[in-house]
Structure formats: C-alpha cells, structure tokens
C-alpha cells in the first residue's frame, strides 16, 4: 500500500512516528501551520515556528525517505489578537519561496468571532497575491456548520481565488456537500475517539462519492493517530474495496490536489 499524508502535525510526534509512517508505505507529509497547545507570545515565537516547518522537520523526514511539506499561517485560536496577527502575517512572505511551502493554511475560523473572520481575510488576501502557486488549507472549527458557510463565503468572495485550489479540511456529513457544491476539494480528518472515525470516513464516500475528497489523520498535539489512513484503508479492504478504489483515495486524489504547486513532488523510484 501506499499513500500520502497531506495532513500532519509532526512538530508535535516523536521521531518513531515518522519510522511508523514510512513502513506503512507513506510517500509524504504535508505539516499545515496550526497551534501549538498554548498561544504563543509573540512574532519571535511564529518566526521560530516556520523555521521548524521549514528547515528543521524537512531534515527529520528525509531521515526516513519522506518528503516533508507545509503551508504557512497564524491559526484562528491566536488570531483574536488582531495585531499579533497583523505581525505574523508580515513575515510570512519571507518563508513563502522556500521549497517545501506549497500555501498558506491551516486557516479557517474557531469561534466564529470577529476578529477570526478579519484575520482569515487578511490571509485569504495574501493567497490571493501569491495565487499562482497557493493552495489553501482551511479547517478546525466548533461551530462547524455555520463556520463552513463563513468560510465558503469569505473565499468565494475574492473572484481570485480559484476552488480547486482551496482544500477544506475537517468535513463532516453536514458540510462536505457544501464544500463540494463551491468547486473545492473537502478533507476528512481522521480520529480515533471522536469526530470522524475510520468507518464514519468510509460511510461518507460511500454517499459522497470519492472525487476531490481526501483524508488524512492531523495526528497533532491532542489524542490522535498518525496511522489513522492506513488503518482506514484496512477498514476499506474488509468492506471489499479494490486496489485502485482504496488508492485513488488514499494516494492519487491528494497527489492530484497537492501538485497544482510545482513544488510538490514524491521521490522518483
Ligand atoms: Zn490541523
């Protein structure tokens, strides 16, 4: 089996996780900004960060054979301080042309406050400057209904910014129709105890479809799972899916979305 990891937070695993991915037949990871379990304290601290996710994890994955990957941003649960966000924002340029930045994301909203709304417009704004090579990542929300309509909206709004372009993560079977019906790809991210389990995913293909959907297993800080797609994949198996079928969900569909960025390539074999 192989497959790619498109959403993984690995600052926050062990080194054994990596070992642990790369036998279950991973080609790569895709590590988007997020928090960290505590709110940072300033710029220096954002700065240090993307120097993490793009100097320093690229060099522990490539340890294992994993091309490691990241899309850069300020999340929701920091953005309430709007002039942190502003600085954050600033310096973000700077990482943008390093080779393994496909975009900017994890944006998105938290609470749905106002200050979130403003600060996920500044990003889709930047995106939008930088559209030629920008994925964009969006996920994470508690109020997630009525968060994916704002979302769906903010970036709808900005005629430059193209669907296909725009991944939003953490769908659930109230929201991954909308998502669908605005042209973008939806992700659904695994977890082991709550939101979206292994069979939960499958139940949605099995009603979705398995075009422009994605899954993947965020593994973060939280209780999580780095080898929630290949289980799920398992979990595919004993429901009589083929090869190709289980493939294409788990390898080619996010191959195909992650490589609208030139930069995003697997090792030759
Ligand atoms: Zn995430």
């Not at 988007?32 to 060099?59: I, N």
């Not at 924002?89 to 930045?101: A, K, Q």
């Amino acid at each position: 089996m192989k497959y790619i990891e498109p959403h993984a937070h690995m600052v926050s695993r062990v080194t054994d996780d990596y070992l642990r991915m790369a036998t279950a037949g991973c080609q790569a990871v895709c590590e988007p900004a997020f928090w960290a379990g505590f709110d940072r304290g300033s710029v220096q601290g954002f700065h240090d960060y993307f120097s993490q996710l793009t100097e320093h994890e690229p060099k522990r994955a490539a340890k294992f054979g994993l091309p490691h990957f990241s899309w850069l941003c300020i999340n929701p649960k920091e953005s309430e301080d709007v002039k942190l966000a502003e600085e954050v924002l600033s310096i973000i340029p700077e990482f943008l042309d390093r080779p393994n930045v496909l975009g900017i994301g994890e944006i998105g909203l938290n609470k749905n406050s106002r200050n979130e709304d403003k600060v996920l417009e500044m990003h889709v704004d930047l995106a939008a400057r930088r559209q030629q090579r920008i994925p964009v990542q969006t996920s994470h929300m508690e109020v997630k209904l009525k968060g994916t309509r704002l979302i769906l909206d903010v970036l709808k709004s900005d005629q430059s910014i193209k669907p296909a372009r725009v991944i939003i993560d953490h769908v659930e079977e109230h929201t991954v129709q909308l998502v669908l019906d605005a042209g973008m790809w939806a992700g659904m991210t695994l977890y082991p105890e709550s939101k979206c389990s292994p069979p939960r995913a499958i139940d949605i293909i099995e009603v979705y479809g398995s075009e422009r959907i994605w899954m993947n297993s965020a593994c973060d800080w939280g209780i999580s799972d780095p080898l929630a797609v290949p289980k799920t994949a398992l979990e595919m198996r004993k429901r009589h899916y083929t090869t190709e079928a289980i493939e294409k969900l788990i390898f080619q569909n996010p191959q195909a979305f992650l490589g609208q960025c030139p930069k995003f390539k697997l090792v030759e074999t």
